[in-house]
């Protein structure tokens, strides 16, 4: 029988980013009011989170679901221990985003130039010149500004991506002025292989240069997945409550790893995050009474180790 003291070692503590209130938001057709807006984001605040994707500064005709973002956080009770980030699609969302208060900016490009165009209308080399005018202006501001690379896993219209071309990007983004570099897998088509071996052909490039991963559960890998890049050493993660999200230039999209079931793993697994569960599946259940069905979190439909005992005896 294998010794489980042989597994690989596991990080002590986990950071995660909430970002159901954008990437999650952004996907429901009906049109979630500012007010529970509003009062998600501060039952977020309080829960322990420490990093919020808010909302995202786009033109209200490409995400009707944004159209209330200087709203939003023009009305939410600040909590001076979180850092409240925006997604900006350009220059003039990066501006609206820092007048709002934002205190950091994230852009997406995408590994490949079909979903990069579909996605905001641009090429690549578009976008990195977009990227690098932000930069300096969050220098201005003394704001972080950081790059997610969409499809960093495998692209809907492209298929595979060598490595080699997402390392590339992920090096212009860190010679741009990224102060992190973010891996998604937008299409949810890594697998833990893959997942192991890029992060280590990334730190044979980039060394220690600060890496998180936004994963999608959409063929229900983001669990084993998120585990995997444990055991590899990243413990910065962008997770959703509910399991909310997708994407909206995709087909067949569903949302990132629930943030109630990655929580869950971490107390099973004596990994801290300084986060409590409870008061995000709270936040979840809202969301769920309003939204009218049930959401995609296991933990919040199932329940915990010891619920399950207490239901039962």
């Known amino acids: 029988m294998t010794d489980p003291t042989d597994a690989p070692s596991l990080p002590k503590h986990l950071h995660l980013i909430e970002v159901g209130p954008r990437d999650g938001f952004q996907m429901e057709s009906t049109f979630i009011p500012t007010d529970l807006k509003v009062a998600t984001l501060d039952r977020l605040s309080a829960s322990g989170v420490r990093e919020i994707e808010a909302t995202s500064f786009v033109h209200p005709k490409v995400i009707p679901q944004m159209a209330d973002a200087d709203e939003v956080m023009a009305r939410i009770e600040r909590n001076p221990a979180v850092r409240y980030l925006a997604l900006v699609p350009n220059r003039r969302g990066a501006e609206r985003a820092l007048k709002a208060g934002i205190d950091g900016l994230r852009l997406v490009v995408c590994a490949t130039e079909t979903y990069n165009q579909r996605n905001v209308g641009l090429s690549v080399d578009e976008s990195l010149r977009d990227f690098e005018q932000i930069v300096r202006l969050g220098e201005r501001e003394d704001v972080e500004v950081s790059a997610v690379m969409a499809a960093a896993f495998g692209c809907p219209f492209e298929g595979k ?43 044979d490039r980039l060394g220690d240069f600060p890496l998180w991963l936004h994963l999608h559960d959409t063929r229900g890998f983001g669990i084993a997945n998120t585990i995997a890049a444990l055991e590899e050493g990243v413990t910065r993660f962008d997770t959703s409550l509910g399991g909310l999200g997708g994407c909206p230039v995709m087909k067949g999209a569903s949302g990132n790893v629930s943030t109630e079931d990655l929580l869950y793993l971490c107390r099973e697994m004596e990994i801290e995050t300084g986060v409590d569960l409870d008061a995000i599946r709270e936040a979840s259940r809202a969301l769920q009474d309003f939204l009218g069905r049930p959401l995609a979190s296991r933990v919040l439909q199932a329940g915990t180790r010891s619920e399950l005992v207490a239901r039962n005896q």
């Open 161 to 203: 991506i060598d490595d080699s071309v997402v390392l590339e990007l992920a090096q212009r983004f860190v010679d741009a002025g990224t102060h992190r570099v973010g891996l998604g897998d937008s299409a949810g088509l890594a697998n833990p292989l893959q997942i192991r071996r890029l992060l280590r052909k990334y730190r």
